[in-house]
């Protein structure tokens, strides 16, 4: 056969974008150089590799264009352009050597990877750019699929040394950049062995000719060869590569010395015999050692003076993959087989020398023409096109040819095509030779002619019919090589296929080609060149047009309501005359040929089916299929065909001598039978082979649903494939039931709701039933693209927060989701959540006006609080301005005056400013806690403190403002430690969830000059764990300051930073500070609070250690006298010692303690125990150096200064022994119990001895009444109750004893209890404390009502007032710790009464204020987003806190050193979680149900509560439920463990950092909108619509009867589906009873999809509806609305997925998604119907006698179409074996009836058929 002849389509003249980018630009800079380069590549390449995968169109992403894409490089500029469109530009430092594109390592994404001097420069899509220094000269570069090849060169040679030509800028060009394999994962590709790889020192990679960059991170590696079964290293300098595979490892090289070409596999090896370390690999793992890489060669020919002129892969005709050399001297192409085999799991190549093969050539390039779609592994199936010596281009599928490229004879303008946009061609003279090719991408090439000219032209890729592509495609995977290229030479040879050949040829054109060539195939070859040599160019067409075929079949297609084109139908008479049939059919090939092509075409005819938009494909392919069977002579087939499509019954008569062969497979038949009678039962004959074919492109559409019904029906997947040997990718999760494992197999299979809605509706309801059986509680590790496809994006947002946390992640994600869902519905909204840190833009409710200001205006640190999350937890009250009021320290304080003041009330205005001033200077530690990690920061803005203002103001004379008198009271130091408080609140407001900060930043707002404002800053950035971007220079300078203030934020910061590491630098700068650790010879004089401050910090940075050392150390500490300036303050120096010490042994007890004894003992000896305790040995443990140290000791002999050691250790015991519940420890600190020991321990001790008892015995403290009273020794509480008789005899001395104990008890138990219960809400905790509060309120002056006798009254005659008011305000203190974070009203009320009285009465006390500040921040801690933890280190923090030891003014240090008082930050949790719905992207109310495990206190409880509000404690949290009927649920289950709350950004955050994403059901809505529920009575107004649209009578419009449906819809959902749906269909304009009918069905449809959140039901409803109505119409008026039978096989599985569900096959919760007394109604319909038809028992039997249809021309083709519905129906068998049943029964009838025998025989054909054919079975017997 001759070899056929096509045009080239020339897209235009070729000129590189990147000329005119440069033209466009301008001038062009002077050093630019004149040599420039490009390179063409195809988009998908760059792509991400999953994305790539699973995308076969082009992405969605910026740089997927459909176009070619091109690199641009000249100097040091590379410019990537995407058709006309400049993409990027790169500018690099130094000439660009070379670039490539490649896969490096585990990145999906494609990299640029540019060859420089002396580097080498790598970029990704997004922009961003890694430059990797190169150990010595590189001087070209080369893809690999797992890393980067770079060819070095011998010696240190300049880079720029000129290299063979052969090595063009770029190679690459040269590689394919075919898609990858759709579904493939990183199992299917080659998987070579790990290695152990030793430490490569400098010298041998210097040594390596070839390295492999694998990872980024890592340097180049050197490789290795593989001879005689050892591993050297490769240092052949001469083998200079030419080219690499990206897809398979494979290499190219060529040594000139040796005139050799070599092909090389590159392999990963398990170890370097040389130095493998056994030692090291047992221990280290296989997988954590890098990869050490070899190259072994597969092949080498000699013979060449000069290297292949270019280099690629292609395929085989067979379909194996070839390498191809292009050897221009010998001009010729060389094709190397490559075989391929798997040992396990490992894929060894190797080339066998005499599989070669050769094909004259002078040019060649890989293009992808014949099979598009069809792939080789992980190759695809590529072609070469070949400019042979004589200038002829051909075309080569292996080294089979298919035809000859010409040029058109001339180029006109205007004939540019797509895809580049070129300059205008020239007119082209007939001379024109093609001499040279270049840039191939898939099916386009640049063809340079002899001209000088450069033309894109296109290989003609893929018909414009899809039909006809999917045609060729199944045959490309059905047929066997051998007849594939049978096939191939008819479709691409001299056969005047039209749409071959013509670029311009349309739709039918290639489609009637394409049945030509079909009806050619089973000719013998010299017939039917005989028969195209005697034919004219156009005869098979104009035979087609004049067949009486033709003629008729236009006619059926206007009766069916098909227009266009009408197809031909081709029965080859003519070859019929020429060729007798049964000369074919005896020929085997040509028979076996024409089989195997019915049964590829069948499965694809099997597959449209179940596509709804193809029909018309569907039905032209019937077309074809019914000639072939015809001409094969299968009745069966034929039988099949004409059942589907009744009207082809007239041209393709049914032969009753024939015989079939086998029975056609029929996909709906097996997916009816899987829904009666279960998978296993299901004959797997009946699925097209091409469906069990591995990964069958064409029949994908079939495959995947045969799959999904496989896993639904009870199919168990062995691998990737089902027992049926049917492929199915299932997405990673866990599974419980077969609808799970449907629906995972629908996400690894990209089935989204779009490609559901494809599905006939009978086949979707099955798979339909599956997702909203999934819907309401779907496992949580599924991925988000499942969640999509169930209708629950609310899930899926939560699951992409935790798993997207890259971009390209991000990017693959998001198209994988758009791909699930449907293209009306846009599921995934931008949701953009309200920041509860960032959102800073106040509502209009919640301006914060100062009336009495002028202005209104400030920034006073709070103004960022109003947040959306804020606002909709508190509502519509004004609690947040409120505390923003009274936390305000940036205006000026009212003072209330007369309007015409004297000199006397001036004075009284300073006495009354400065009681004022206590208070402001106390708000900044409130308001830090208050706006703790509320903001985020940019690193581009500076710091800002807000205003301490102590100034007052005078409302009565026009806001006049009256300053502190200086010469008075000295401002400057009052204002000292409050400035340093305000500036670590203003810090505390940023964010820890910023990560890491900046160090930069802070080194930006560093100042100048060393201030206090900055020392508060340095320590808030410090408790949010900012300060380790500090390195140690930074640390140094910021000591060499020497500024006290800085010092004391930078240690305490440091330390919070590093808590609990130990960190050694960190460490030995707070030891300077520690004049203890200096060496004696040293003098270094360090100020007290400096010393305690150090402390601290120590025990910060060793918390939990029990470090021995650091422990002796703190001990000697808390006995030591300070060498500071402040003798006073010695006794915050031992308090601080005794938390640091308590902090370091934090909650070991006994447990970590080497010397438990010697340290026990003496902190009960500076407690002033009885005990007696030999302190020499002690001593004598201790160097010389360290004795001499112990000279400060305060001790008098074995005595020691108690009132200043007994705090430090009593804190010390309480925290080592935190709930150790040691009986021991307590017994021995013991509450005082005799009138002597009251006496003796002083009753601020006794309340620390208090709190010291109950922390460790922490699961004894019980909020009750009877447990705080049982704190009480009984010889205080007998003697305080004693007071209120007025009778009793106790002594005044006494008495005020016994009420000092009293009170510091019940005040130190009142702290156990917030302590012990902190941040939990307890109620009774709460009630609890807020009565003692109100109790010592009323002892200091009588302003509440009490209960009864329930306290001892009159305390205050007995005891000071300063008293009263430190317990009360602890108690109150305690109670806000309690009720962290709640925003608790009737607290609040009673704090901001506190306030407020305090300043009235004059006891303004600067510690009072600081507690009720304090109180009043915790209350609302982090704007009520934030609260307390319970574990160890949050108590140890806390109880540093709150420290009861008041400070008496704003610098007062002595006690407690004030910078303390701001560790509560480390106790704290971000437990907050508020809901946002996923379709608004708005914070909304939701309730929830909250399940906290058993404790000691309680069973397992379960609770609700409303978002937003804060959770429980993770160590008792079980469960999380969204619960409530206007959302879907939610479950998190938890697993209840003792550590702390989620860190931010956590990926195993189940809270997503405290945002959840809820959805709202269909028919309900919010709780903002509609709080009691009233408004969601969609019921009642569908109802009412009922009624007045099934009443015609009625006409008025006014009322409910005028609201529209469409709005009514539009309330409860935002789907535009249900909207257009009840705009379109339930319009009640419509006046006619029919459309009456119509809409009244539409209403009743629309209120069961929304009241069951089911809006994917409208179209099946709709379906089967209308279904019904056509066969009525078509039955009772005789219309022909459908011409096919298609809509009966979709109607039997609807009914079929019914019978399923009541069997019990298929299960469900809630009842069939579609109603099944609906369906029996639509069976009964059908039945009606089919009984009720005249005539179709007489063409019933006509069809069962000679299988003859009706041919009633009066009728048209009703009575086809109505016999059709019957068969397919009732399942009736086709005649032939209906008759040959009847003909083995005969003989053997005993009865008159074969209704028995017929049902056994045929047991899946109805009853009524059964009957029918009985009838007619007995009729001629009769006969």
């Not at 019954?649 to 079939?660: I, P």
């Not at 009465?1401 to 609260?1427: C, N, P, W």
């Not at 319909?1725 to 009720?1732: A, D, F, I, Q, T």
Request: net charge neutral.
């Amino acid at each position: 056969m001759s070899v056929g002849v096509r045009r080239l389509s020339v897209l235009g003249e070729f000129k590189p974008f990147g000329l005119i980018a440069e033209a466009l630009d301008g001038k062009p800079p002077d050093n630019l150089a004149d040599k420039y380069d490009y390179f063409l590549f195809d988009p998908k390449f760059v792509r991400e590799r999953a994305e790539a995968d699973n995308n076969g169109g082009c992405s969605i992403s910026a740089p997927s264009n459909c176009s070619d894409h091109e690199l641009f490089i000249r100097g040091n500029r590379i410019i990537w352009t995407t058709g006309a469109r400049v993409f990027k530009r790169f500018t690099l430092p130094s000439q660009v050597i070379t670039v490539c594109w490649c896969h490096i390592g585990d990145i999906s994404e494609a990299l640029l990877c540019v060859l420089q001097i002396e580097s080498l420069t790598i970029y990704n899509t997004s922009g961003e750019v890694i430059s990797i220094p190169l150990p010595r000269t590189i001087t070209s570069i080369w893809p690999l699929p797992f890393g980067l090849l770079l060819q070095s060169i011998e010696g240190n040679f300049p880079a720029h040394a000129p290299f063979p030509s052969s090595s063009r800028l770029l190679g690459a060009r040269d590689i394919p950049r075919p898609r990858r394999e759709i579904g493939h994962s990183p199992q299917n590709n080659y998987s070579l062995p790990s290695s152990f790889n030793h430490n490569i020192k400098g010298e041998t990679v210097s040594m390596s000719s070839h390295l492999i960059l694998s990872d980024l991170l890592e340097e180049p590696q050197c490789t290795y060869i593989e001879e005689r079964g050892k591993l050297n290293i490769m240092r052949d300098f001469d083998e200079r590569t030419i080219w690499t595979s990206d897809q398979i490892p494979l290499m190219a090289s060529y040594n000139k010395g040796k005139m050799q070409h070599s092909v090389w596999v590159a392999e990963v090896v398990n170890c370097i015999p040389e130095v493998a370390s056994t030692s090291l690999s047992d221990v280290v793992p296989a997988g954590v050692l890098p990869k050490q890489f070899s190259f072994r060669r597969i092949w080498q020919g000699k013979g060449a003076q000069t290297s292949a002129s270019k280099v690629f892969l292609a395929t085989d005709d067979d379909a194996a993959p070839i390498i191809c050399l292009l050897l221009q001297e010998q001009k010729k192409l060389l094709a190397l087989r490559l075989q391929s085999v798997e040992i396990n799991n490992e894929i060894l190549f190797d080339i066998k020398p005499d599989m070669s093969w050769s094909i004259p050539a002078v040019a060649a390039a890989p293009v992808i023409v014949t099979r598009p779609r069809v792939k080789v592994g992980l190759l695809q199936y590529t072609d070469i096109v070949v400019l042979a010596p004589d200038n002829a281009l051909l075309l080569y599928s292996g080294k089979q040819c298919l035809c000859r490229y010409m040029l058109p004879s001339s180029l006109r303008k205007g004939n540019l095509s797509r895809s580049l946009e070129f300059s205008e061609a020239a007119s082209v003279s007939h001379d024109l030779k093609i001499i040279g090719l270049a840039d191939a991408v898939e099916g386009r090439i640049n063809v340079m002619v002899n001209t000088g000219q450069i033309f894109r032209c296109e290989l003609r890729q893929n018909p414009s019919s899809s039909l006809t592509n999917d045609c060729i495609t199944a045959m490309a995977e059905g047929l066997s090589s051998n007849f594939y290229n049978y096939f191939l030479v008819l479709l691409w040879g001299d056969n005047n296929s039209t749409y071959l050949s013509e670029a311009s040829s349309d739709v039918d054109s290639e489609w009637n080609s394409f049945c030509s060539i079909i009806m050619q195939m089973g000719q013998k070859p010299s017939l039917i060149s005989k028969q195209h040599l005697n034919s004219a160019p156009d005869s098979s067409w104009e035979f087609l047009l004049n067949s009486n075929f033709h003629k008729n079949y236009c006619k059926f297609n206007f009766i069916a309501g098909i227009s266009g084109t009408k197809p031909a139908v081709l029965v080859p008479n003519s070859s019929r005359k020429e060729v007798d049939g049964s000369l074919i059919l005896n020929d085997s090939f040509y028979s076996e040929l024409f089989m195997v092509s019915l049964d590829s075409l069948h499965s694809l005819y099997e597959s449209l089916k179940l596509d709804t938009l193809r029909k018309r494909d569907l039905e032209l392919l019937a077309v074809l299929l019914c000639n072939v069977a015809k001409f094969l002579g299968e009745e069966y087939y034929l039988d099949h065909y004409i059942r589907d499509f009744p009207c082809l019954s007239k041209k393709f008569g049914m032969s009753m001598d024939s015989v079939s062969r086998k029975n056609p497979p029929s996909l709906f038949k097996w997916l009816e039978n899987c829904l009666e009678y279960g998978y296993n039962y299901a004959n797997v004959n009946d699925l097209p082979p091409l469906i069990r074919k591995d990964e069958s492109s064409v029949v994908s559409w079939a495959r995947k649903v045969v799959s999904f019904y496989s896993l639904l029906l009870g199919a168990k997947p062995i691998g990737k494939k089902l027992p049926s040997g049917v492929f199915c990718n299932i997405a990673p999760g866990s599974f419980c039931s077969n609808e799970e494992l449907t629906v995972l197999a629908m996400v690894g299979e990209n089935f989204g709701l779009q490609q559901l809605d494809l599905l006939p509706c009978g086949v979707s309801l099955p798979l339909r039933h599956a997702l909203d059986k999934c819907r309401e509680s779907p496992p949580t590790d599924w991925p988000a693209a499942a969640y999509i496809l169930l209708g629950r994006e609310d899930l899926a947002s939560s699951c992409l927060a935790n798993t997207c946390k890259s971009k390209e992640l991000e990017t693959q994600t998001n198209v994988n989701l758009i791909s699930m869902s449907t293209p009306y519905m846009l599921h995934l909204h931008p949701v953009t959540v309200p920041s509860i840190v960032s959102d800073t833009s106040g509502l209009d409710s919640t301006k914060f006006e100062d009336t009495d200001s002028v202005d209104g205006s400030m920034t006073d640190g709070m103004e960022h609080i109003f947040a959306s999350g804020t606002q909709l937890r508190y509502g519509r009250d004004l609690r947040l301005n409120e505390v923003r009021r009274v936390l305000c320290s940036a205006r000026p304080v009212a003072i209330q005056t007369s309007v015409s003041p004297s000199a006397t009330d001036q004075d009284l205005q300073q006495a009354q400013l400065w009681h004022l001033a206590q208070r402001t200077t106390a708000l900044p530690l409130g308001r830090g806690a208050f706006t703790l990690a509320t903001i985020n920061t940019l690193l581009t803005e500076a710091f800002t403190v807000p205003k301490l203002v102590l100034a007052g103001r005078l409302p009565a004379q026009q806001n006049a403002t009256v300053n502190l008198d200086p010469n008075i009271r000295n401002i400057q130091e009052l204002k000292s430690w409050p400035e340093f408080h305000n500036a670590v609140a203003a810090g505390l407001r940023l964010s820890p969830i910023q990560g890491k900060m900046s160090r930069t930043w802070i080194m930006y707002n560093k100042p100048e000059e060393p201030n206090i404002t900055h020392a508060g800053l340095l320590l808030a950035l410090g408790l949010h764990g900012h300060l380790r971007a500090l390195t140690i220079s930074d640390i140094y300078k910021y000591f060499y300051q020497e500024h006290e203030s800085t010092a004391v934020g930078l240690m305490l910061g440091l330390a919070a930073s590093y808590r609990g590491t130990m960190q050694p630098v960190i460490s030995k700068s707070l030891y300077v500070h520690i004049p203890a650790r200096h060496p004696s010879s040293v003098e270094l004089e360090v100020p007290t609070i400096l010393q305690s401050a150090a402390l601290m910090s120590v025990g910060l940075l060793y918390e939990g250690s029990a470090h021995p050392q650091t422990m002796q150390i703190l001990l000697g500490e808390i006995g030591r006298r300070s060498g500071g300036d402040n003798v006073l303050e010695r006794e915050g120096h031992a308090v601080s010692a005794g938390f640091a010490l308590g902090l370091v042994a934090l909650g070991r007890g006994e447990d970590a303690l080497g010397f438990t004894d010697t340290l026990v003992g003496r902190l009960f000896h500076y407690i002033g125990g009885k005990e007696v305790h030999n302190e020499r040995s002690h001593f004598l443990s201790l160097s010389a150096d360290e004795n001499n140290r112990c000279a400060g000791q305060m001790m008098d002999g074995t005595m020691v200064n108690v009132d200043v050691t007994a705090p430090g250790a009593i804190i010390a015991l309480a925290l080592m022994f935190l709930k150790t519940e040691s009986e021991a420890i307590v017994s021995r600190l013991s509450i005082p119990n005799t009138h002597f020991d009251l006496q003796y321990v002083r009753p601020d001790f006794i309340m620390l001895r208090v709190i010291a008892r109950n922390l460790i015995m922490w699961s004894r403290v019980y909020p009750s009444e009877d447990w705080i009273q049982s704190q009480i020794p009984e010889i205080v509480k007998s003697n305080v109750e004693a007071l209120r008789d007025d009778t009793s005899d106790v002594d005044e001395m006494d008495a005020e004893t016994f009420v000092q104990a009293y009170v510091n008890i019940v005040a130190g138990a009142c702290i156990s209890l917030g302590l012990r219960f902190a941040g939990t809400k307890n109620a009774n905790v709460q009630e609890l404390l807020y009565g003692y509060a109100v109790y010592f309120l009323n002892e200091i002056k009588p302003v509440f009502a009490t209960r009864g006798n329930a306290f001892p009254k009159g305390l205050s005659r007995y005891v000071d007032r300063c008293t009263l008011e430190i317990c009360l305000h602890l108690v109150v203190l305690s109670l806000s710790v309690v009720m962290a974070g709640s925003g608790h009203l009737q607290t609040f009320r009673l704090l901001r009464f506190l306030r407020g009285r305090n300043s009235a009465d004059g006891h303004a006390s600067y510690g009072i204020q600081m507690a009720v500040s304090l109180a009043i921040g915790f209350l609302f801690l982090g704007g009520g987003m934030r609260t307390f933890s319970t574990k160890n280190n949050s108590i140890a923090a806390l109880f540093i806190s709150l420290y009861p030891r008041l400070p008496s003014g704003p610098n007062d240090n002595r006690c407690h050193l004030q910078a303390f008082r701001h560790l509560y930050v480390l106790a704290t949790e971000a437990r907050w979680i508020q809901t946002v719905d996923v379709d608004t992207g708005l914070p909304v109310y939701a309730p929830f149900e909250v399940t906290v495990r058993e404790t000691e206190h309680y069973s397992e409880t379960s609770y609700c509560e409303v978002t937003p509000c804060i959770l429980p404690e993770r160590a008792i949290l079980k469960r999380v439920c969204v619960c409530g009927p206007r959302y879907w649920p939610q479950v998190i289950e938890l697993v209840p463990e003792d550590k702390p709350w989620w860190s931010y950004g956590d990926k195993n955050d189940p809270f997503n950092s405290g945002v959840l994403y809820i959805k709202r059901k269909i028919g309900a809505c919010s709780y903002v909108d509609d709080p009691v529920g009233c408004q969601s009575l969609l019921s009642r107004a569908m109802h009412k619509v009922f009624s007045l649209t099934s009443d015609p009578s009625t006409n008025d419009k006014s009322g409910l009867g005028s609201v529209a449906v469409d709005q009514l819809v539009s309330t409860f959902s935002s789907d535009p589906s249900l909207i257009a749906f009840a705009q379109l269909c339930c319009d009640p304009s419509w006046n006619s009873r029919s459309d009456g009918d119509f809409q009244e069905f539409c209403l009743q449809v629309l209120f069961e999809c929304i009241s069951k959140d089911r809006p994917a039901l409208l179209q099946v409803y709709l379906s089967l509806h209308t279904m019904i109505g056509s066969m009525v119409d078509q039955v009772i008026n005789g219309h022909v609305v459908v011409g096919d039978s298609l809509n009966i096989s979709s109607l039997k599985l609807a009914l079929a997925y019914i019978d399923a569900q009541l069997s019990g096959k298929l299960t469900t919760s809630k009842g069939g998604i579609v109603q099944s007394k609906f369906m029996g109604s639509v069976r009964k319909r059908v039945e009606e119907l089919l009984n009720c038809s005249n005539g179709l028992q007489n063409h019933f039997s006509n069809y069962l006698t000679s299988g003859k249809w009706p041919d009633d021309e009066s009728q048209g083709d009703k009575n086809s179409i109505l016999l059709s519905w019957y068969l397919k129906w009732f399942r009736v068998p086709p005649p032939s074996i209906i008759k040959t049943a009847a003909e083995k029964i005969k003989p053997k009838l005993v009865s008159l009836s074969l209704v028995p025998f017929l049902r056994l025989l045929f047991p899946t054909t109805h009853i009524n058929a059964i009957n029918e054919i009985d009838k007619f079975l007995s009729s001629q017997v009769c006969q």
